[in-house]
């Protein structure tokens, strides 16, 4: 059974920085794409980043270039996103998935973790 | 960036309607289009990819359709635990980008 659990969220100033993590396992992580998708509380869906297998590729919106980094750890089955410099508009459950193999769709997600940006 | 435009953004329906949600890309995205259903506090689930394919587990009532800019998610015969946010989602080129959602009531 495939299972991600993300950590890592809480409150934290603006300008600040957190960093998310994500256990995955019941399936070949190393083979995977993998995505942060967040949803700002009462809102829609939002992607932020992918990454492939090999960490060589990694797209991300807009809105959190330059400030966010994703990466993965593949010895110890995990993703992360780096969130420097906050902003109050980054408060939202972060979510991370597994894509399809022909990156057309997003398969399984985790049970999110909540980022609050608030002095 | 593709923009997505989800209609309704909500309706009202009732146990064993048919229901339609469509959803209108900026440009083409030939069909990288995929469908989530998300109930509230909960993750969304994959519904439909590649446009028209059923996700695996997925009841068959649960359909899509279209290609290019035009996409329809189709419920045949909704159901109690159908109530819930529905979105698109292109994955053709980044930024990927998500429709604003459609929320199913019950009548």
Do not use: H
Not at chain 1, 31 to 59: C, F, H, M
Not at chain 2, 10 to 33: H, K, M, N, P
Request: hydrophobic share 30%; with cysteine; glycine share 10%.
């Amino acid at each position: 059974e495939v299972q991600l659990v993300e950590s890592g969220g809480g409150l934290v100033q603006p300008g600040g920085s957190l960093r998310l993590s994500c256990a995955a396992s019941g399936f070949t992580f190393r083979t995977y794409w993998l995505s942060w998708v967040r949803q700002a509380p009462g809102k829609g869906l939002e992607w932020v980043a992918n990454i492939n297998q090999d960490g060589s590729e990694k797209p991300y919106v807009d809105s959190v270039k330059g400030r966010f980094t994703i990466s993965r750890d593949d010895a110890k089955n995990s993703l992360y996103l780096q969130m420097n410099s906050l902003r109050a508009e980054d408060t939202a459950v972060y979510y991370c998935a597994t894509l399809k193999p022909y990156g057309d769709s997003i398969d399984y997600w985790g049970q999110g973790t909540l980022v609050t940006v608030s002095s | 960036d593709i923009q997505m435009t989800q209609s309704p953004s909500s309706l009202s329906a009732s146990v064993g309607d048919r229901v339609t949600i469509t959803c209108r890309a900026s440009q083409s995205v030939r069909t990288y289009l995929s469908w989530y259903q998300q109930e509230p506090g909960k993750a969304p689930k994959l519904l439909i990819y590649a446009a028209s394919s059923l996700q695996s587990g997925v009841p068959s009532r649960f359909s899509g359709s279209g290609s290019g800019t035009d996409f329809t998610l189709t419920i045949s015969s909704l159901q109690p635990g159908d109530f819930a946010t529905y979105y698109c989602l292109q994955a053709y080129s980044a930024p990927w980008t998500f429709g604003q959602g459609t929320k199913v009531e019950i009548k």
